[in-house]
């Protein structure tokens, strides 16, 4: 471990808090105190203890970041070359990765995961700024054959002022997932973290200005959803918002939206399928089916949250599954668990409510089922990694997403009755398929509906490949050259000669 990190670890634990965390919104290139003057406590899921504060914004500070977003847009970003804008994002993405590990332990302390978990996200973030580096100077239109009597041609312009909204479970790499496009593309943005979650947008924010980020360009608010998120999502002067969370406020935010004709992106959630055919490599897929569940400790929105198995192999899978759950160990994100906390009391409260009343019912939990906490303080807020076997399709344990570290099992008697589980939910996320023949695996991927299907490896793919769901999944795509369009419109310009 770097001395970097043994340093701020030993701080934090000594002291229950980190020195110069920020605490007041980034607007305008300057910190800044909230109108109403009160804050928000953030808490370390891994004790369950607050461990500091930040500003609760409302619509007063909403309407000073969009003007100052809606400022910069017109009197400065606008007039920055592309070559520079991409500049500017490269040398954010440095900055990243020169403060990678105090980003990772400060994530890894407001969200809980482990800070293994966490310097991969700070990984991708930093990877997310190159990316879309290279793309900020290469956003070009095409030329339209009108005959010899037209001249024609398009121009890629940015759309203008750009809101973000941000959940909990990636709270750094949502905010580059949507904050480097958008800025790349030459538009302004203004960002709301999840409450639960809001320290290191703010320190991207502050990258961001160093890297040479003109003020007002990326402003960053804290607060909740419904006195911060909601008047940013519903202000005129906003050409895009880009959500990602729950199924309801996503909703929420496309209605306050469409009073103002405002384009979004919903990436919302999940309940996505790994469907294993008896033909797989049964080892390899059973610790890639057990990461794509647990990792992060079920807290993601494309988690692969349901087994859908054929019998032949299911009473050996489950077997094996189970014994590696077992075997992992839960703990304070930063003595490096195999599985972090729950961001939340809440939605730890909310995955014990489905488990306990799946017991009530006899469901067969064939490994965990109950909370945790961190085995030396004996503190926190955990949840066993747990599997739930043997399930019907209209089950609400596979209908509705836990968020949490719970696998529902589904047995198949074919790959068609494999399909249609796959399919039989009201989601359209992602789905992981387990076989070694090359032609069932493209058959099911070319019918599965999903945004994203992974072959033998679940979350095979990176910051290059497009992201988003279908059905109640959401809409729109994020990531890859794809994530550019959300924050691009195309004019065209034709003459007469
Ligand atoms: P949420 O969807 O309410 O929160 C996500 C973000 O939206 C937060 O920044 C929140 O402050 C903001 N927000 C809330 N109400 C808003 C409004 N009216 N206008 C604008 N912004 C608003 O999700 P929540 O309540 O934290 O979690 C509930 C469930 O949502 C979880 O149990 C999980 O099932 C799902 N979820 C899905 C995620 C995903 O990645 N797709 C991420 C987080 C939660
Ligand atoms: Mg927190």
Redesign the pocket.
Known sequence: MSRVAEALIGEYFASGTLAQLPSRHFINGQWCSPASGRQLETFDPGTGRAFAAVAAGDAEDVELAVAAADKAMNETWRKVLPVERSRILQRAAEGIRTNAERLAIVECLDNGKTLDEARGDVRSAARLFEYYAGAADKLQGDSIPLGPDYVSFTHLEPVGVTAH??????PFS?AARGLAPALAAGCTAVL?????TPLSALLLAEILHQAGLPAGVCNVLT????E???P???NPKVCHVT????????S??MQ?AARNITSVTL????KSPAVVLADCDLEAAVEDVLWGIFSNAG????AGSRLIIERSIHGEFVERLALRAAQLTLGHGLKNPHIGAIT?L??LN?ISAYVDEAKKRGVNVVVGGARGVDPQSGEGWFFQPTVLDNLGPMDRLVQE????PVLAVQVADSVEEALLLANATPFG?AAGIYTRDITKALRLARDIDAGQVYINEYFAGGVETPFGGNKL??FGREKGLEGLGSYCRSKSVTARI
């Open positions: 909204i941000i959940p909990w479970n990636y949502t709301k973290p999840a409450e639960q607060g909740t959803g419904a911060a998120g909601a940013l999502v519903a959500f990602t969370g729950s199924v309801g406020t996503g929420l935010v306050a990436e919302l959630g999940g807290q993601i929105c494309s939340s809440e939605q909310k997403e836990i968020f949490g996320l999944s959401g």
